[in-house]
Every structure is written in C-alpha cells, then in structure tokens.
C-alpha cells in the first residue's frame, strides 16, 4: 500500500487554465437543475388556468425551438402567482395575469428558464455550486 499526497483546490484556488476545464467538464454533462420543478410549475399552470396539457418538448437553451401542446381554452382571467413555488412558474402567472395569453406565458417561462440555465452554465454559476456543493478538484481542474 502507498499513501500518495495530493494537494486539493476549491474552484476559486484554481488557476484559469484549470478553471476552464472544470467548467467545460461540468458543461458536457449538465442538464438544467430546475427542469423538472419547471415542468411540474408548467402543469400546475395549465391546471390552474383550465387547459389541458398533454405533450411537451424543451430545450431549456432554445425557447424559440420549444413547443408546449394543449387543449382548450382558458377558463379563468388570473391565477393565484403564490400556487407556484418556483420562480419561473410565477412568472407564468405573472406573464398570464397581465396578458390573458397561455402562449405569452409560456414564451416568458421558456425564457426565464433559459436564462436561469445559461446562469448555471457559467463560470459564475458553477463556481457558486462548488462552493454549495464543497468541490474539490485536482490541480487541472478535475473533480475529486
């Protein structure tokens, strides 16, 4: 048995070039953190304003290329924005109460998600989940 000693890095101790690769390793296999709370807020959405939701597909980084897919027409004006616990679905029913429109709301939400994504995508936004997360990598930029 050997006992080898390595010195360990938090994000923030790393040098550029290891930065680069850490975050370029995160990138390449990182789906969107909020995407299933989003999707459930986006029910709870088409439930709250009486349509019935029955077929999705998202990108999280190409709203214009998304599609949500539902049945009938709104049965209310406004809906409650404190029934939805994540962000994006308030913004659903912020968008819906101002414009009585599901397909502005959505675009909005498909938006703000995508914003929120690309956040986590960043340096910035990684480097604050390392830290959340206690990461430690090696002196390349690899994760330990």
Known sequence: M?????????????TEQAKVRAL????????YSWGN??????KDFMNAVGVD???????????NRSKVYYDGEPTTDSVNENQ????AGIVLAETFNKTKSIEL??????????????????EEGYAEHCDANDYWFDENGNLI
């Open 53 to 63: 939701m029955y077929n999705y597909d998202i990108d999280w980084l190409a709203p």
């Open 24 to 31: 370029m390793n995160y990138q390449s296999d990182c789906e």
């Open 105 to 122: 709301a959505v675009s909005q939400f498909l938006k703000e998600c995508a914003d929120d994504y690309e956040y986590q995508l960043s």
């Open 84 to 87: 939805f616990g994540y962000i």
């Open 2 to 14: 050997k006992t080898i000693e390595v010195t360990i890095y938090q994000f923030s101790e790393l």
């Open 37 to 42: 709370e989003a999707i459930e807020s986006l």
